[in-house]
């Protein structure tokens, strides 16, 4: 069965340590994305890759990183940087990127929680 | 600066009512809008879109509106099911952005 997955689905960490978020595809989507996921702040943009070794800022980028040397996968670092790291975190991956007609569907994976003890 | 808002952050509906769930937006880039639905502890999954030139897509039970003029698009659901229980997330397709969310209950 095609889809995203991600892994850890649970993570521990603790204050100073940076943590890496697996993500990945067989879906053969040429984008990928990473949304966090907080009580009643709905899903906001971390990164975004539209296409191998390419990728850019979303809205809340500060303290995370990422890198995109494989189409099927697309990881997350979460750095010492991001002040508030417990969150829910989400991949997903689409056929197309905005600049093509119709609508881009994103593919989530199943996420997964980041706990900063 | 919040570009796509879900005011209501729940919504509560008997079992083979109508719910109807809303969004405002602010942004008349977006060229398509689009509904999912979430589970706890899982991802969303794609519900339905609808085109910036309609103003009207259907499929099944689910139909979003979309009133261009008011920036304002809606779905609903007919007849709700205790299984249509999740949050829906309406999104616009400039800068993946996503609502807040609505948290649907429907009562058996």
């Known amino acids: 069965d095609g889809g995203i997955t991600q892994s850890p689905k649970y993570l521990f960490r603790k204050e100073g340590q940076n943590v890496t978020l697996s993500c990945e595809q067989n879906l053969n989507h040429d984008a990928m994305y990473w949304y966090r996921q907080d009580p009643g702040q709905g899903l906001r943009l971390i990164y975004y890759?539209?296409?191998?070794?390419?990728?850019q800022k979303g809205d809340i980028a500060e303290g995370y990183s990422v890198s995109r040397e494989k189409k099927e996968s697309f990881p997350l670092t979460v750095t010492s940087a991001q002040k508030n790291p417990t969150a829910f975190y989400l991949c997903?991956?689409?056929?197309?990127?905005?600049?093509?007609?119709?609508?881009?569907?994103?593919?989530f994976g199943a996420g997964s929680r980041l706990t900063v003890l | 600066d919040q570009q796509v808002k879900q005011n209501s952050p729940s919504l509560s509906v008997q079992e083979g009512r109508i719910s109807i769930l809303n969004c405002d937006y602010t942004?008349?880039?977006?060229?398509?809008f689009l509904w999912y639905k979430k589970y706890p502890a899982e991802g969303p999954t794609f519900l339905i879109s609808?085109?910036?030139?309609?103003d009207k897509n259907e499929d099944g039970r689910f139909t979003v509106f979309l009133n261009k003029s008011a920036k304002h698009l809606s779905l609903h659901i007919v007849p709700s099911q205790p299984g249509d229980s999740a949050v829906y997330f309406c999104s616009g397709t400039y800068k993946y952005i996503f609502g807040t969310g609505t948290r649907l209950k429907v009562l058996a």
């Open positions: 890759s539209q296409i191998v070794n390419d990728f």
């Open positions: 997903a991956s689409s056929i197309r990127d905005r600049g093509q007609t119709g609508a881009n569907v994103l593919t």
């Open positions: 609808i085109s910036s030139i309609k």
């Open positions: 942004n008349s880039m977006f060229d398509y």
